[in-house]
């Protein structure tokens, strides 16, 4: 239960922090991405603001908790190597986020405030996680076993 | 750079590390929602119920949040419905080849210093960067 209270707590916070930087505001990031018209670094600073904060508390927890205070061990990708569809999926990633000015959490976020151009965009994203997660159970169950690594190893994010 | 918003973006910043950081100090997870919400559709025991409430504190905040700050959720842009369509689909489909998207792999991966994830953040980045010079320089900034 209080692992649940938990999840719920931090998606808050961090739905919080996304609207209070701005990142729910489509407008913005197409503006950060737009060298030739009017350029918006506030992205800039979101990104450079949360790594600042996240990059000490992880090296510090990682290196010294024998484990987190309510889990039995940390969950953290193992992959180390570059594959090419680290760099496809990305690109297409990247593609859709600068056509849209949503990437996933602020699109979650923004359908809780209503906005129907969010609910679009998010339902439209969540028929492709999805699909893609049908298609690697299926390719799975056919080869009869993890279809590759990212299958079996946990994800980077 | 009428718009800029320096001291809001980087409080905001301050809160999406705060929130990613007491995920993975409490549950020991990584806070990348395109992984928390693909690994809702893996259907692992046990792997599901902290996934779906991160993702309803993450809707609850905008229903609460968009009460008195309306002007947060704005969209700004000329957008089609067919375009908002497909950016999702992209979205959906990249970020799950991808292992990551904008938090996964732009704040808690670079945050963890992985190459992966540095690599992954430039990939999306110059994509993103070069739809919205097409978008905006080419068909006239609406799609």
Redo the contacts between chains.
């Keep these: 239960m209080k692992v649940k209270i938990g999840a719920f707590l931090g998606g808050g916070l961090f739905g919080i922090g996304l609207a209070i930087a701005g990142m729910t505001q489509p407008a913005k990031i197409i503006g950060f991405f737009d060298f030739f018209g009017s350029w918006d670094p506030s992205l800039a600073f979101v990104m450079v603001g949360a790594i600042l904060v996240y990059t000490p508390i992880y090296r510090w927890a990682v290196r010294t908790w024998q484990h987190p205070i309510w889990a039995p061990a940390f969950s953290l990708p193992t992959r180390k190597d570059i594959d090419g569809r680290l760099i496809l999926g990305s690109a297409i990633f990247g593609v859709g986020w600068g056509l849209g000015g949503y990437c996933p959490g602020p699109a979650f976020t923004s359908i809780g405030a209503r906005s129907d151009e969010a609910l679009t965009f998010g339902l439209a994203m969540l028929v492709g996680v999805g699909a893609y997660q049908l298609f690697m159970r299926i390719r799975e169950s056919r080869t009869g076993g993890p279809a590759d690594q990212q299958a079996a190893a946990m994800i980077d994010g | 750079?009428?718009?800029?918003?320096?001291i809001?973006?980087?409080?905001?910043?301050?809160?999406?590390?705060?929130?990613?950081?007491?995920?993975?100090?409490?549950?020991?997870?990584?806070?990348?929602?395109?992984?928390i919400?693909?690994g809702i559709?893996?259907r692992e025991a046990g792997d599901i119920?902290?996934?779906v409430?991160?993702?309803?504190?993450?809707?609850?905040?905008?229903?609460v949040?968009?009460f008195f700050?309306?002007q947060?959720?704005?969209?700004?842009?000329e957008?089609s419905?067919a375009?908002?369509?497909?950016?999702?689909?992209?979205?959906?489909?990249?970020?799950?080849?991808?292992?990551?998207?904008?938090?996964?792999?732009?704040?808690?991966?670079?945050?963890?210093?992985?190459?992966?994830?540095t690599?992954?953040?430039i990939?999306?980045?110059?994509?993103?960067?070069?739809?919205?010079?097409v978008?905006?320089?080419v068909l006239g900034g609406s799609?």
């Excluded at chain 2, 947060?72 to 842009?77: A, C, N």
């Design positions: 750079m009428e718009s800029f918003t320096p809001a973006s980087t409080i905001g910043g301050v809160l999406i590390g705060i929130a990613a950081a007491g995920l993975l100090m409490f549950h020991g997870r990584i806070a990348g929602i395109s992984g919400a693909g559709f893996r119920s902290w996934r409430m991160f993702l309803v504190g993450l809707f609850a905040a905008g229903v949040w968009s700050f309306p947060d959720y704005v969209v700004g842009i957008r419905t375009a908002l369509i497909i950016a999702g689909l992209t979205v959906g489909i990249g970020t799950q080849l991808g292992s990551g998207c904008t938090s996964g792999h732009g704040v808690c991966g670079i945050g963890r210093l992985s190459k992966r994830s690599v992954a953040t990939s999306f980045m110059i994509t993103a960067a070069m739809t919205v010079f978008v905006n320089e799609i």
